[in-house]
Nanobody, 123 residues
Framework: QVQLVESGGGLVQAGGSLRLSCVAS????????LGWFRQAPGKEREFVAG????????YYTDSVKGRFTISRDNAKNTALLQMNSLKPEDTAVYYC????????????????WGQGTQVTVSS
C-alpha cells in the first residue's frame, strides 16, 4: 500500500500560480502511475494530469494544457503539479492518486488517494 498526502493549496488571484505537492509513503513509489484529479462543489471528480512511473509520459486534460505541469521525483517519493495562469474555474479540491495499473484518466482505476488540498482562484 501507499499513503499519499497533498499540500500546497491556497487562495490565489486569477493569473497567479500554485504548486501542489504529493508525498508518498509506505510502498515503492516508483512502481505507481500517478494522477492528479480535482472536484469542484456540485461536480464530479475530474482528471487533471497524469504521469507514468518512469516519468517518460505525461498527459493532461485539455482545459489545463499549457498551464499545468505534472512531474515526479521518485528518489523523494514526491509528485508535483505546477499550476500557472490559474482561472476561477480551476477552483476545486485537488487530489493525488496512485495506481498499479496502466496510466489512465479514469478515476476508478486508481487504488490510492490522498485527502485533497483546496485551491481557490479569485477573479
Amino acid at each position: 500500500q501507499v499513503q499519499l498526502v497533498e499540500s500546497g493549496g491556497g487562495l490565489v488571484q486569477a493569473g497567479g500560480s500554485l504548486r501542489l505537492s504529493c508525498v508518498a509513503s509506505g510502498s515503492t513509489f516508483s512502481s505507481y502511475n500517478l494522477g492528479w484529479f480535482r472536484q469542484a462543489p456540485g461536480k464530479e471528480r475530474e482528471f487533471v494530469a497524469g504521469i507514468g512511473w518512469s516519468r517518460s509520459r505525461t498527459y493532461y486534460t485539455d482545459s489545463v494544457k499549457g498551464r499545468f505541469t505534472i512531474s515526479r521525483d521518485n528518489a523523494k517519493n514526491t509528485a508535483l503539479l505546477q499550476m500557472n495562469s490559474l482561472k476561477p474555474e480551476d477552483t476545486a479540491v485537488y487530489y493525488c492518486a496512485a495506481t498499479t495499473g496502466p496510466s489512465t484518466n479514469w478515476a476508478l482505476r486508481y487504488d490510492y488517494w490522498g485527502q485533497g488540498t483546496q485551491v481557490t482562484v479569485s477573479s
